[in-house]
């Protein structure tokens, strides 16, 4: 990853890359990405949301 | 199982103060694999989240707003394609789904994407381990498909660093394709390209 990913300017220019990055993005058939394994995941709006969710001390 | 909480950094910067997130953040380590990342965290993220030209969200554990497990920022990223590339089947296929800008040099398609800029997780803290790299990026990119079943588009990208080939096979088993796109702002000897397509 690289923080210039972010404001850099992006061109596929070589011909065979750029016939099959093309014809990858026609395809319908491509689903290959795997679900999320499921988790406990949540987007949450507030950090008072997130500390709701501390678990509670057991009583002695 | 473990509760994980995403919250955007704005919305936490919004509730904790500028100070206290930055201070809470500082300790973030990608424990020496990307020093780039960390330093995004502590600056950038903060800049680019206030202008909305980026999204970064902190991932956190069991109600604990003080350690962040991992991070992750997102964009909308177009890019572009040389029309003169294209064979006359893709060119007409490509008609109706992207539009052509005509510069003085060529034609180009133009085509936007989701970027994946950052993604890291926090080798600090003993929870580090509470997430893999393969959920993260699930979470994501059900994340994204929410968002493409909103306003569409099905292209997701990411940059890697070359000299890191884990990281390009971690992605590849996460159903990312290599295609060489270099940046203006690289010489295409450092950072390969990859992509995935969001169909389902």
Known sequence: MATSSLTANFAIRDEKEAKAFISALLSDSRSMVPPARKRNWKLVGSVKEIERRRPRARAK | ?200
């Open chain 2, 1 to 200: 199982m473990s509760e994980l909480q995403i919250i955007k950094l704005s919305d936490f910067v919004r509730d904790v103060g500028e100070d206290e997130a930055r201070k809470r953040l500082s300790s973030f380590s990608c424990g020496g694999l990307n020093g780039e990342v960390e330093q995004y965290l502590c600056d950038g993220a903060f800049r680019h989240s206030r202008k909305k030209t980026s999204i970064t969200y902190l991932v956190m554990a069991n109600g604990d707003t003080h350690n962040c497990l991992a991070y992750y920022t997102l964009a909308v990223k177009p890019f572009s394609v040389k029309f003169s590339r294209l064979t006359a089947r893709q060119k007409n296929e490509m008609k109706d789904l992207a539009r052509i800008n005509i510069s003085k040099e060529e034609k180009n398609y133009g085509i936007s994407s989701y970027l994946i800029a950052q993604l890291a997780k926090n080798y600090a803290i003993a929870g580090g381990n509470m997430i893999s790299g393969r959920d993260l990026i699930g979470f994501i990119l059900d994340q994204i498909r929410g968002i493409r079943d909103q306003v569409g588009g099905k292209v997701v990208f990411l940059e890697y660093e070359k000299n890191k080939p884990k990281l390009r096979d971690f992605y590849k088993s996460c159903a990312f394709e290599e295609f060489k796109m270099p940046s203006d702002a690289d010489d295409g000897s450092s950072l390969g390209q990859m992509f995935c397509f969001l169909n389902d």
